[in-house]
Structures are given as structure tokens and as C-alpha cells.
């Protein structure tokens, strides 16, 4: 999957731009839009009171083997449009866990 502006390197580790679906049938990864340089993700929890924030942060803590204190919603609260931080993590493989969620 091309990742291209999606994702950054900051000291702490990687910022993912992330763009969800709430409410979805299936929860996981959809794909990568390309226009917004962000990756979209279904999940099956409804945007209401963070439910779909909360189920974000545990997806992208078990794709990446993470505690979830290491997944960091870092703006987007309120919005379809997300910017996360995965701590400790270098950019090939927040790419390389993405592209075999992917896959699946």
C-alpha cells in the first residue's frame, strides 16, 4: 500500500494521518486515501462519547503489539480525521504493519 505523507518520524517515534469510518459492518484496515495522504480504517464502534477513539487506540495497539499508553490520539477528537502517535516504533514498521493488515 503507498503510505506516501501519511506517515512522519518525530522523536517520540511515528504520527500516522488517519481517516475512519465508524459504524462499519467490519472493523480494519480499508485502505490508503490518497488525496488526504491518510489511512483509512473501518470500525465497528459509533462515533458517541469516544467509543470509536477508544476502539481505534486498542486496534492499533494489538496490529503493533504495543501497550495501549504507547498509542496516543494526538488531534482529530471529534473528527472522521486523526493524527496518532505509535511510540518506540520506526517508520518501516508502522509500513510494514500496515501493509500486512492489509493483506489479511
Not at 459504524?23 to 480499508?30: D, F, P, Q
Not at 481505534?56 to 502517535?85: C, N, W
Request: hydrophobic share 40%; charged share 25%; proline share 4%.
Amino acid at each position: 500500500m503507498q503510505l506516501e505523507g501519511a506517515l512522519r518520524a518525530v522523536p517520540e517515534g511515528v504520527t500516522i494521518r488517519i481517516e475512519v469510518a465508524p459504524s462499519s459492518r467490519n472493523s480494519g484496515i480499508e485502505g490508503f486515501n490518497a488525496w488526504r495522504h491518510a489511512v483509512r480504517i473501518k470500525l465497528t464502534e459509533p462515533a458517541q462519547k469516544g467509543k470509536a477513539n477508544e476502539q481505534l487506540m486498542r486496534y492499533l495497539a494489538i496490529l503493533f503489539d504495543k501497550p495501549v499508553d504507547e498509542v496516543q490520539l494526538i488531534s482529530g477528537h471529534t473528527s472522521t480525521r486523526k493524527v496518532v502517535l505509535l511510540c518506540n516504533t520506526t517508520i518501516d514498521q508502522v509500513e510494514s504493519g500496515l501493509n500486512a493488515a492489509v493483506r489479511k
